[in-house]
């Protein structure tokens, strides 16, 4: 076992990189991110579990750090020095190694990390902080300081009070035209350029400005543009917020309780396998008293795929019914032709399991009869 510790956003909490291989088979190994309240503290959670597969592949990413990256996950790591950072790397790298020679793939290996899987406590700051990346389409908005005359940070600035002069005038009346005179004037820099950039932002920003559907009194389903707007998270009571998305931050992490499915919306992710988890944490939410939404870009692929199979196994609804419910409130929601065959085959996993508890139940119920019958 080796340990690395990295940054932290907070000062007081001390976090640290672990990596695990197997006594017996050193060709397994996971890392783990470990998480401490403060440097005094003995006690620590686990924050991250990582396994190293034969595809992982490790990065310097230039800025005194380094990525750890799979076909499913990429982590970035930040150690505290320069000399802790090359040691670590020395032994990824040798990990990595190892996996490759032995095939270490998903469902041919790493059985044994499913108990760290099931014992991750950090709380959800620590959580936020591993889960951090850098290649997110959607962030939080920048500090004030930052150059504006790089392009993207121009982008970001038209995208910004492209939303806001939408928010406040009157759509039936507004042109691309006046939308364009009005960014002159609030940004002060040539709009030329971005011409292209903002017409698309404004078809963007269209299809975004539409309400949350609500769902359940507890569920709402939305898009980034929702997910966005802290004033109307707060009028929604939403303390809870499952982000279904690989390329949009979470924006208000000091705010609300996040859960992240870093996923793209193609027909090839695999949606079905995080389902006990988004259920279990849309279940929380309504335990609560709190509200909890479900977002994707748009509102109408992964976060509509992921709803549908909670009403399906909270409600008992078969996948028909599920669907037409959650889109009579959501007219737009269409998922994915691979996200359909996920509900589908989660729609006889469903069946299954409660064929199987009908069963118990019933061979229990004649058990007792029996019982009783024996004894009256």
Same mark, same amino acid.
């Given at each position: 076992m080796d340990a690395v510790q990295l940054e932290s956003v907070n000062p007081v909490r001390v976090r640290y990189l672990i990596v695990v291989s197997t006594l017996g088979n050193k060709q397994e190994s996971i890392l783990l991110g470990m998480d401490f309240p403060n440097s005094d503290s003995d006690l620590c959670t686990i924050g991250l579990v990582m396994p190293i597969w034969s595809d992982t592949q490790v990065y310097?990413?230039?800025?005194?750090? !380094?990525?750890? &990256?799979?076909?499913e996950d990429k982590r970035i790591f930040k150690p505290v020095s320069m000399q802790t950072m090359w040691s670590v790397l020395q032994v990824l790298h040798g990990c990595c190694e190892r996996a490759v020679k032995a095939a270490v793939i998903p469902g041919n290996g790493l059985e044994w990390a499913q108990h760290y899987h099931q014992h991750v406590e950090s709380d959800r700051f620590c959580l936020n902080e591993w889960e951090a990346m850098d290649d997110l389409e959607s962030v939080r908005r920048d500090?004030?300081?930052?150059?504006?005359?790089?392009?993207?940070?121009?982008?970001?600035?038209?995208?910004?009070?492209?939303?806001?002069?939408?928010?406040?005038?009157?759509?039936?009346?507004?042109?691309?035209?006046?939308?364009?005179?009005?960014?002159?004037?609030?940004?002060? !820099?040539?709009?030329?350029?971005?011409?292209?950039?903002?017409?698309?932002?404004?078809?963007? &920003?269209?299809?975004?400005?539409?309400?949350?559907?609500?769902?359940?009194?507890?569920?709402?389903?939305?898009?980034?543009?929702?997910?966005?707007?802290?004033?109307?998270?707060?009028?929604?009571?939403?303390?809870?917020?499952?982000?279904?998305?690989?390329?949009?931050?979470?924006? !208000?992490?000091?705010?609300? &309780?996040?859960?992240?499915?870093?996923?793209?919306?193609?027909?090839? &992710?695999?949606?079905?396998?995080?389902?006990?988890?988004? !259920?279990?944490?849309?279940?929380?939410?309504?335990k609560s008293g709190q509200a909890v939404l479900v977002h994707c870009k748009m509102g109408v692929s992964r976060s509509a795929s992921t709803v549908i199979a909670y009403t399906m196994k909270h409600y008992r609804w078969p996948l028909d019914v599920a669907l037409a419910y959650v889109k009579e409130r959501r007219s737009i929601i269409k998922p994915n032709e691979g996200f359909m065959k996920q509900l589908q085959t989660y729609s006889g996993i469903l069946n299954i399991f409660e064929t199987e508890i009908l069963n118990i139940i019933s061979s229990k119920s004649k058990y007792f009869q029996k019982v009783r019958k024996y004894f009256s």
């Open positions: 310097l990413d230039g800025d005194g750090g !380094f990525s750890v &990256t799979t076909a500090s004030e300081g930052q150059s504006s005359e790089d392009r993207m940070s121009k982008e970001r600035l038209i995208k910004e009070h492209l939303r806001d002069i939408m928010m406040t005038e009157d759509l039936d009346s507004l042109t691309s035209k006046m939308v364009h005179a009005a960014l002159q004037t609030r940004i002060g !820099f040539d709009m030329r350029p971005y011409k292209e950039y903002i017409d698309n932002e404004i078809l963007v &920003t269209m299809a975004q400005m539409d309400k949350p559907s609500k769902i359940f009194d507890y569920l709402y389903l939305g898009s980034e543009w929702n997910a966005a707007n802290i004033e109307e998270l707060q009028r929604n009571n939403v303390g809870y917020i499952l982000n279904v998305t690989r390329e949009i931050d979470n924006f !208000f992490p000091e705010s609300f &309780t996040y859960m992240n499915i870093r996923v793209y919306d193609v027909e090839a &992710t695999d949606l079905l396998s995080h389902w006990t988890d988004t !259920f279990n944490f849309i279940n929380t939410a309504r």
